[in-house]
Nanobody, 118 residues
Framework: VQLQASGGGLVQAGGSLRLSCAASGSILNTNVMGWYRQAPGKWRELVAQMTSGGSTDYADSVKGRFIISRDNAENTVYLQMNSLKPEDTAPYYC?????????????WGQGTLVTVSS
């Protein structure tokens, strides 16, 4: 599975950005796609994830500001980020997981940098 992420950039505090991540290759219908971020000196953390069935999970720090969505037909996940704060600055990584006959398969995309200026 290959993941192609896009949409990062520089924005002022209070602004918005939309990230996209398209998955290609051996995609299974039942999967989880999501976004993680890793600020300098910190562990990589979950931002938001969504199952192919529509269940979502958000980090407390982004609830009410970020919205994850996906287009299953296009194997694409989106992250709409509103009311951005300087502490949201980080590279954002797309993640894809599915359970195959051989076990859990886990893939990461390249990071897309989000920079929020104060």
């Amino acid at each position: 599975v290959q993941l192609q992420a896009s949409g990062g950039g520089l924005v002022q505090a209070g602004g918005s950005l939309r990230l996209s991540c398209a998955a290609s290759g051996s995609i299974l219908n039942t999967n989880v796609m999501g976004w993680y971020r890793q600020a300098p000196g910190k562990w990589r953390e979950l931002v938001a994830q969504m199952t192919s069935g529509g269940s979502t999970d958000y980090a407390d720090s982004v609830k009410g500001r970020f919205i994850i969505s996906r287009d299953n037909a296009e194997n694409t996940v989106y992250l709409q980020m509103n009311s951005l704060k300087p502490e949201d600055t980080a590279p954002y990584y797309c993640r894809y997981q599915h359970l195959s006959r051989t076990g859990l398969e886990d893939y990461w995309g390249q990071g897309t940098l989000v920079t929020v200026s104060s």
